[in-house]
């Protein structure tokens, strides 16, 4: 989508993901024996019926601590039986002076020797990034302020169902829509949709509605929307995914993929490309020469901020 702020042009770009690293792996891949090698050293040879996984840095906005917490009151509403057969693999920092000592976070929530909370700290290449990827039953983020959520695309992309936080960016790659069913556009009077103007969402998609939404800020970015949901709500929804069967849980990913290399969405490296090339045309096009000197009236104030309505 674009529009014309004159003398501005806006032109929606998402990120692209390259599906050369980033795809579904099954038995009869060439890369299927690596991959289960990957697998059987992260999981210590250890079999599961169900994994949740995370990916992203170790930063107070990820709500890691709340993560974990989600993962605890979903395993508590099992039989033992079966919460022994449910993993949680985390690529992060441990410890991080920007988050917390998740190690000591897990000792916390789930006792000292707990064994299916699984960090993995160590940098790795994208195709190892993508064993995990494939590893999981779903990809978690629950950020309380996320510009985009770039391991939800390529959980997507993967083939990996999501559960995120209806929050920032993470609410494009549900694909929320209107009452027409159209993927939503937003607007300065409806600048989100964070608090469930509208439910419908796409199949891949577990959605947690934030149950407080607030404004914070900083000299640079003097306010930006901070909404955080509950544990609870998103421990519900890991449990919505763990009563799909296996075939169930792939067959929404695979929905998920689709759509993500879809000319709707096109979140992958090649349409990402295409839309820049498409909006630099444009603007070449479009473009008009600015007079050879401006006069600028120094005591006159000007507008920084675009109003947003609060009551959509």
Same mark, same amino acid.
């Given at each position: ?33 690596? &991959?289960?090698?990957?697998? @059987?050293?992260? #999981?210590?040879?250890?079999? &599961? ?30 039989? !033992?039986?079966? $919460?022994? %057969? ?21 000792? &916390? ?37 996320? /510009? ?23 609410? *494009? ?7 027409? /069913? !159209? =993927?939503?556009?937003?607007?300065? *009077?409806f600048p989100s949709n964070h608090r469930g103007t509208f439910k419908q969402h796409g199949e891949w998609a577990f959605p947690v509605f934030p149950s407080n939404i607030s404004i914070q800020g900083s000299p640079l970015t003097p306010y930006i929307s901070d909404d955080r949901c509950s544990p609870w709500d998103a421990a519900d929804q890991i449990? @919505? ?8 849980? %792939?067959?929404?990913?695979? %929905?998920?993929?689709? =759509? ?8 992958? $490296?090649? !349409? ?8 630099? *045309?444009?603007?070449?096009?479009? =473009?008009?020469?600015?007079? $050879?000197?401006? #006069?600028? @009236? $120094?005591?006159? &104030? %000007? ?6 309505? =609060?009551?959509?």
């Open positions: 989508m674009s529009q014309r702020a004159t003398p501005i042009l806006i032109k929606y770009v998402p990120h692209g993901i390259n599906t050369d690293l980033y795809f579904p792996i099954d038995e009869n891949h060439e890369h299927f024996k690596e &991959y289960s090698e990957f697998k @059987n050293n992260i #999981l210590k040879g250890k079999e &599961y019926d169900f994994t949740l996984f995370f990916n992203s840095r170790n930063i107070r906005r990820k709500q890691i601590p709340d993560t974990l917490l989600a993962f605890k009151l979903f395993i508590d509403k099992l039989p !033992k039986e079966q $919460a022994d %057969k449910c993993a949680f693999v985390l690529h992060t920092q441990v410890v991080d002076d920007n988050g917390t000592d998740l190690a000591a976070v897990k000792e &916390y929530i789930f006792g000292r020797n707990y064994p299916n909370i699984i960090f993995s700290d160590q940098r790795l290449m994208p195709q190892q990034l993508n064993y995990l990827y494939n590893m999981a039953d779903a990809q978690i983020l629950l950020t309380s302020n996320e /510009g985009w959520g770039l391991s939800l695309t390529e959980a997507l992309v993967t083939g990996t169902p999501i559960i995120a936080n209806v929050q920032g960016g993470m609410i *494009d790659q549900m694909r929320f829509v209107d009452n027409e /069913g !159209k =993927w939503i556009e937003y607007h300065k *009077d449990m @919505n995914v763990y009563k799909l069967s296996k075939e169930e849980r %792939k067959a929404l990913g695979i %929905k998920g993929r689709e =759509w993500a290399l879809s000319d709707e969405a096109g979140f992958t $490296a090649e !349409k990402m490309g295409q839309r820049l090339m498409d909006g630099i *045309d444009e603007l070449f096009a479009t =473009w008009e020469p600015r007079e $050879a000197y401006e #006069l600028i @009236n $120094a005591n006159e &104030y %000007k507008e920084k901020t675009v109003e947003h309505s =609060w009551n959509y």
